[in-house]
C-alpha cells in the first residue's frame, strides 16, 4: 500500500497445521525467549486480530515504541509475528505493520 495513512485490510488465513516445535530444537529456545514477558504477550495477542504498526502496539499496550519494538523483533525472529505490509503516516514516514502468524503452536519435551 502506498498512499498516506492506509492500512491492510484483515486477511486472515485461517490454517489447520499446527507448528510443533520439540525440546531440543533451537526454535524452542527463540519462542521461550520471545513470549518471556508478559509485555512481549500483550504484544502478540495485539497483533492477533488485525495488523498494526509499532506506534499503535506500544499505545495499547502502554509501553514505548522502543520498547514494542525490541518485543516484535524477538517475536518475528521466533515466527510468531509476521511483517505483514507497510503503511505511511500522514508526515509521509513509511512504517511496517505487524501481525501473530495464524497457527497453532506446540512445544514439547518428546521427539515426534
Known amino acids: 500500500m502506498h498512499a498516506l ?4 485490510e484483515p486477511t486472515p488465513t485461517p490454517t489447520d497445521e499446527t507448528r510443533v516445535i520439540e525440546f531440543d530444537d533451537d526454535a524452542f529456545g527463540d519462542v521461550l525467549a520471545a513470549i518471556h514477558s ?13 495488523p498494526l504498526t509499532a506506534s499503535e502496539i506500544a499505545d495499547r499496550v502502554d509501553t514505548s515504541v522502543q520498547n514494542a519494538s525490541y518485543h516484535l523483533r524477538k517475536l ?17 514516514c513509511e512504517m511496517k505493520c505487524y501481525r501473530a ?11 515426534r
Open 76 to 92: 518475528v525472529d521466533a515466527e510468531l509475528v509476521r511483517i505483514c505490509d507497510n503503511v505511511y503516516s500522514e508526515k509521509g
Open 101 to 111: 502468524v495464524d497457527t497453532a503452536l506446540l512445544l514439547t519435551t518428546e521427539s
Open 38 to 50: 508478559e509485555t512481549a504477550r500483550e504484544i502478540l495477542l495485539s497483533v492477533r486480530d488485525e
Open 5 to 8: 495513512s492506509t492500512r491492510p
